[in-house]
């Protein structure tokens, strides 16, 4: 059973930087194609960005592209999301997902909260 866990939230002023990280175990990580979502108060969870099993391509949300940086440590089993010139509107619930390969199974972290105000 694939358990991820998120951790790097917080509450950071607009224009910062703030790094998430995704920890999973339970599975052989360089098999997991993984997702970052966030899902605002009030609003439908929404794709941030992904990186593929090998870390070879990463693909953004036009919302976040330019600020955001996906990328994975297969040998720490991690996946991280930094986030710089962040906004207000950035402010969300961040849950990565991942999906096995080939198998498409897919599992979710609890999710971290990440708070952009002055």
């Known amino acids: 059973q694939v358990q991820l866990v998120e951790s790097g939230g917080g509450l950071v002023r607009p224009g910062g930087s703030l790094r998430l990280s995704c920890a999973a175990s339970?599975?052989?990580?360089?098999?997991?194609?993984v997702t970052w979502y966030r899902q605002a108060p009030g609003k439908e969870r929404d794709w941030v960005a992904g990186i593929s099993s090998a870390g070879g391509t990463t693909t953004y949300a036009d919302s976040v592209k330019g600020r955001f940086t996906i990328s994975r440590d297969n040998a720490k089993n991690t996946v991280s999301l930094q986030m710089n010139s962040l906004k207000p509107e950035d402010t969300a619930v961040y849950y990565c997902?991942?999906?096995?390969?080939?198998?498409?199974?897919?599992?979710w972290g609890q999710g971290t909260q990440v708070t952009v105000s002055s």
């Open positions: 997902k991942a999906v096995s390969v080939p198998s498409g199974n897919a599992y």
């Open positions: 339970g599975f052989i990580f360089s098999r997991l194609a």
